[in-house]
């Protein structure tokens, strides 16, 4: 499907001038539009998702607007995928003037999102004119999606928006923030160079913006730094935001001890321990935060108890809605602060003594700290440290979820919200001591499954994956 709506799209966009496809007429569409809408009530998201793509035929302004305007507001992944696949198929001249003015005059932000994806899926300039339309944007979500739609598509048309978007915050309060971070990275995939300073960029710009084509192969690494300060670490790898929430597992498998890496000696009275060794990143990081950083911290286990039919959550737990952070009088999750607060000596007082004080206990409820993460608001980075694979279940039923459930949970639950996602797993040996927590699959490791569920939820969120040994 994907492949036929790139192939279409390119055809497009090489032909010159389309020919125009053939429209339904006004009594087609409407019946289509009454039968979509009657499916969403029903929440019947399969049957929305084959309306929306039966409407798509019509390759239209009224067809992009309605097929957005109800997308964004069914929480489903494959409604979402259906519509933006729906837009992006889009030939004709009208669907495509539509989808660019739409991008940057529609008043939902949800929507310009919506169709900033479906602009990422195709190849044609025209369309891209609706990306560098976006990086104008004064919602920073919209902002997101427009800088990975950018780095996706290698749109020479965004590099002067992305230019000035550089220059816009970097003498700024998010000076290096996730959003001025992630368009240097943009712009460094696009044109295989790397600067700090948006004056950087535009000499490198300017004098070769009309004859320039996109760096084929794989992107060059960034430099570590292209800022003036260097930037916090936890376990070696950067903090590329000042708006973060760290979400630490405590379960109980954080009390083994794993051994050092092969030919690496351990100092004296250096600890091993998962539980201690976090604690210590944590504190470290917290220190290093500069003063312009706003964070805070979840930690989180989880409990479940097994019965003759397996495991299952305590009684009275309820079935929908947000999972308490007390389950059978067990607090599974602690928060530093309920909201972000300004990294001063204060607070990083405060939240040293907090770390100092969390205890490895319990399972491993990763989607449920998740979800309650992207409650914070004013974050746009979530940072998470695992060792073992989640423990997560169906509230209504006690069936285990798969890593394939939670990944489209966390996709689904992201997709208007843009946050980046940092995973950090521990690299795994047989457990020593602990008493329970984590999963038998998630004692394979940092290298196993642990480690493709962790690469696959940092890459899905636009992080990167670190494999602590």
Request: charged share 25%.
């Amino acid at each position: 499907m994907r492949k036929t709506i790139h192939a279409l799209a390119l055809l497009a966009c090489l032909a010159g001038v389309v020919q125009a496809a053939p429209t339904l007429s006004n009594k087609d569409f409407n019946d289509l539009k009454k039968e979509a809408q009657k499916a969403a009530a029903r929440g019947a998201n399969s049957e929305v998702a084959s309306r929306l793509r039966e409407l798509a035929r019509d390759d239209s302004d009224r067809a992009i607007a309605f097929i957005a305007d109800l997308a964004v507001r069914i929480p489903d992944m494959s409604v979402y995928e259906a519509a933006r696949d729906a837009i992006a198929g889009m030939e004709t001249p009208e669907a495509v003037d539509a989808l660019v003015d739409k991008v940057g005059k529609d008043r939902n932000p949800m929507v310009r999102i919506l169709l900033i994806d479906a602009i990422a899926e195709r190849t044609c300039d025209r369309s891209a004119a609706g990306i560098a339309a976006a990086l104008g944007d004064r919602t920073d979500e919209v902002l997101r999606a427009a800088i990975g739609a950018a780095k996706k598509r290698k749109a020479i048309q965004a590099v002067d928006a992305l230019i000035d978007l550089v220059g816009k915050h970097e003498n700024g309060r998010d000076a290096d923030g996730l959003l001025v971070n992630s368009a240097r990275e943009a712009l460094t995939h696009i044109t295989g160079e790397s600067f700090a300073k948006a004056a950087d960029w535009r000499n490198f710009w300017e004098p070769r913006k009309a004859s320039f084509r996109p760096r084929t192969g794989e992107a060059p690494r960034q430099a570590a730094s292209t800022g003036e300060r260097p930037r916090p670490r936890f376990f070696g790898s950067e903090i590329r935001s000042n708006r973060i929430a760290f979400v630490i597992d405590v379960s109980g498998s954080m009390m083994a001890a794993d051994p050092p890496p092969r030919g690496v000696e351990v100092a004296p009275g250096e600890s091993r321990v998962r539980m201690e060794r976090a604690k210590q990143q944590l504190q470290a990081v917290v220190d290093a935060l500069p003063d312009d950083c706003r964070f805070t911290m979840l930690a989180y286990s989880g409990i479940l108890y097994q019965s003759g039919a397996g495991v299952v959550l305590p009684q009275g737990t309820p079935t929908d809605g947000p999972l308490p952070w007390t389950l059978g009088g067990f607090e599974w999750l602690k928060a530093f602060k309920p909201r972000i607060v300004q990294a001063n000596s204060r607070t990083k007082s405060e939240a040293k003594e907090w770390i100092s004080n969390l205890k490895a206990n319990g399972s491993t409820f990763t989607l449920n700290a998740l979800k309650a993460a992207f409650e914070i608001e004013g974050i746009d980075t979530i940072v998470l440290l695992s060792d073992g694979m989640p423990t997560e279940v169906h509230r209504s039923n006690n069936a285990g979820m798969s890593t394939d459930e939670i990944l489209k949970e966390v996709q689904a639950l992201n997709r208007f919200r843009r946050l980046r996602i940092d995973t950090f797993g521990f690299e795994m040996g047989d457990d020593v001591g602990g008493g329970g927590g984590g999963s038998r699959a998630g004692r394979r490791g940092g290298g196993g499954d642990l480690g493709k569920f962790m690469q696959d939820l940092a890459a899905q969120n636009g992080g990167s994956y670190t494999q602590i040994q």
